[in-house]
């Protein structure tokens, strides 16, 4: 059996994770760590950056580590009328960190429905990038944004891409005063976008906030009946509605959400709505799917670390190695994790120190 005691953070997560989503149906997906360099190149504006690690392959075709996994699932999957494909995955995607500018590999696991999803796929995704963060840890919480409200309001007070494009970072910051200020720049209404920004938090209370919007109310009411079903989930107090949560509007609609884990400064999950992706790479299906940056996990604390090993092990020079075969086998088969060595490494955390002489004679 597997002793979880040796696994990282983001190593338990994987396994949790995979459990979870073979529960609702979800299969493994299993991919090539490489693309096309051209097809990243053609969708380049959905990737979080435009810069790959390119390699020729044998017959001189210039290839790729893969940056992204929903790219290729689309890519070699198939339209189904009336059918959803729906995977489950764990990979390592090869992108340039943000913090660090260089390139990283980062590993990931989610899932994605495509083909005619409904309603309830969106909440069953949902739900499940919820309990996603709760296998994780309990101190989560899941935000929730439905870009077809934003994209209601924006229609209704300026057709100016540029200025939309301004407001969405104002979204995502959450700064109203930046808002207030381009809305004055721009000569429109800054009212219902301010409101969009500051209803944040329980869901009850930002739909309440919301009821009088004067667009966005088709939306809003596909809100109103996900929120319905998140109140039947145990942990659906943990789940609130955020419109900073924004993703790229070429791409992705409807429906996306973040999810924060208590420790970590970032999301550590993401997703949401892309049938326009899929449109764009002419799909004529919808879809729906997130991504747990298993990576991040890193940061929070192990409450196994607080020892390397139970036993620093150390036996003397001329030691018969017998000797200690004998002794760290006895000091394992209780269940002992045991480092043998000559000298005390000197950044070793142990639990105890024990010696051994060149006689045999364990102390």
């Known amino acids: 059996m597997l002793d979880t005691k040796i696994l990282k953070n983001e190593e338990k997560a994987v396994f949790a994770l995979r459990k979870l989503y073979r529960q609702y149906g979800y299969l493994p997906y299993k991919m090539s760590k ?16 435009d810069r790959f690690i390119t390699f020729n392959d044998t017959n001189g075709r210039l290839l790729a580590l893969k940056p992204d996994v929903t790219l290729s699932i689309i890519k070699n999957g198939e339209d189904a009328p009336g059918c959803k494909q729906k995977v489950y995955y764990n990979e390592n995607v090869y992108r340039v960190s943000e913090n660090t500018h260089q390139f990283k590999e980062i590993m990931q696991a989610g899932l994605e429905c495509i083909g005619d999803i409904d309603l309830y796929d969106i909440f069953e995704a949902v739900s499940l990038a919820a309990q996603s963060l709760a296998l994780i840890s309990e ?4 935000q929730i944004s439905h870009l077809g409200v934003l994209s ?20 995502k910051s959450k700064n109203p005063h930046d808002l207030s200020r381009l809305c004055r720049q721009y000569g429109v209404e800054d ?24 667009c966005g109310q088709e939306a809003l009411q596909e809100l109103k009946t996900l ?23 070429n791409y992705y609609n409807g429906i996306v959400f973040r999810g924060f884990l208590s420790g970590i400064c970032e999301s550590v999950l993401a997703g949401g709505q892309y049938d326009k992706l899929m449109e764009k790479l002419d799909r004529r299906a919808g879809a729906v799917g997130f991504a747990v940056y298993l990576d991040l996990l890193e940061q929070l604390p192990n409450e196994d670390e607080e020892y390397d090993v139970d036993v620093l092990l150390l036996y003397e020079e001329g030691t018969d190695y017998l ?10 088969s209780v269940g002992k994790t045991v480092c043998a060595q000559k000298a005390t490494p000197p950044k070793l955390r142990y639990r105890k120190l024990m010696k051994l002489s060149k006689e045999g004679a364990l102390c």
């Open 152 to 171: 209601a309001v924006l229609e209704e007070i300026s057709p100016d891409q540029s200025f939309r494009q301004k407001v969405i970072g104002c979204m």
């Open 323 to 332: 000797a200690v075969a004998k002794a760290v086998s006895a000091l394992t």
């Open 191 to 214: 009212t219902q976008l301010i409101q969009l920004l500051e209803a944040y938090g329980p869901r009850t209370k930002v739909l309440k906030a919301l009821e009088n919007l004067t």
């Open 227 to 249: 929120s319905a079903l998140l109140d039947q989930l145990p942990w659906g107090d943990k789940i609130v509605f955020d419109f900073s949560a924004v993703n790229n509007m």
């Open 139 to 142: 101190d989560f919480v899941l």
């Open 34 to 49: 490489f693309e096309s360099y051209e097809y990243y190149i053609q969708n380049k504006d959905f990737l979080v950056s």
